[in-house]
């Protein structure tokens, strides 16, 4: 049974850093891309940050360029986002998630259930 | 990045209604969409991609169509259980982005 399972999340100052891991399991980890999508309750989805199976390709969302960065250990079968200079407007839910599809697009079949961010004095 | 426009934002109907939710993407992306299902509390759930594709497990009632830029997701005959809120998504490249969700309410 593929699971992901997010930790990390935190209340904390406007300013102050926190880490985000996904212990995966169930699949072959280091077969897929994976992302971080966040979650405002009662509000959208928006991407974050994405990384392929080997590292070699990255990329950022707009809230998450220049603060976050996103990295794996496919030998510990797990995923990060480092979180600096968090502001309030980060205050969400944050998924893990596992991509699909190919080199040029990406659909999401397996979401984490999420790990609460709080970012607030 | 592409965007995609999802409407209504919300909708109500009784079970065994026929509803359809659109979306529309700023680009062409031609046959590549995804539609998803939020219950709340929890973690989105892949219905549809490329459009069309059925995940496994999901209910031939869910009917994806369309091809860049305006895509359809219907329900032929809610059930119960489909009362929840729906997003869109266009998977191109790392930028993928969502509709803003379709909440489907009962009547």
């Known amino acids: 049974e593929v699971q992901l399972v997010e930790s990390g999340g935190d209340l904390v100052q406007p300013g102050r850093s926190l880490r985000l891991s996904c212990a995966a399991s169930?699949?072959?980890?280091?077969?897929?891309?994976m992302y971080w999508v966040r979650q405002v309750p009662g509000k959208g989805l928006e991407w974050l940050s994405a990384?392929?199976?080997?590292?070699?390709?990255?990329g950022y969302g707009d809230s998450a360029r220049g603060r976050f960065t996103i990295s794996r250990d496919n030998a510990k079968n797990s995923l990060y986002l480092q979180m600096n200079s968090l502001k309030p407007e980060d205050t969400a839910l944050y998924y893990c998630?596992?991509?699909?599809?190919?080199?040029?697009?990406?659909?999401?079949?397996?979401w984490g259930q999420g790990t609460q961010v709080t970012v607030s004095s | 990045d592409i965007q995609v426009t999802q409407s209504p934002s919300s909708v109500s109907a009784s079970v065994g209604d026929r509803i359809t939710i659109t979306c529309r993407a700023s680009?062409?992306?031609?046959?590549?969409l995804a539609w998803y299902q939020q219950k709340p509390g929890k973690a989105p759930k892949l219905l549809i991609y490329?459009?069309?594709t059925l995940q496994d497990g999901v209910p031939s009632r869910f009917i994806g169509s369309g091809s860049g830029p305006d895509f359809t997701l219907t329900i032929s005959s809610l059930q119960p259980e489909d009362f929840a809120t729906y997003f869109c998504?266009?998977?191109?490249?790392?930028?993928?982005?969502f509709g803003q969700g379709t909440r489907l309410e009962i009547k």
């Open positions: 998630v596992r991509a699909i599809g190919g080199y040029s697009e990406y659909y999401f079949d397996y």
């Open positions: 169930g699949f072959s980890f280091d077969n897929y891309t």
């Open positions: 990384i392929s199976w080997n590292s070699g390709r990255i």
């Open positions: 680009e062409g992306i031609k046959n590549r």
């Open positions: 490329a459009a069309s």
């Open positions: 998504q266009q998977p191109f490249g790392f930028s993928v982005t």
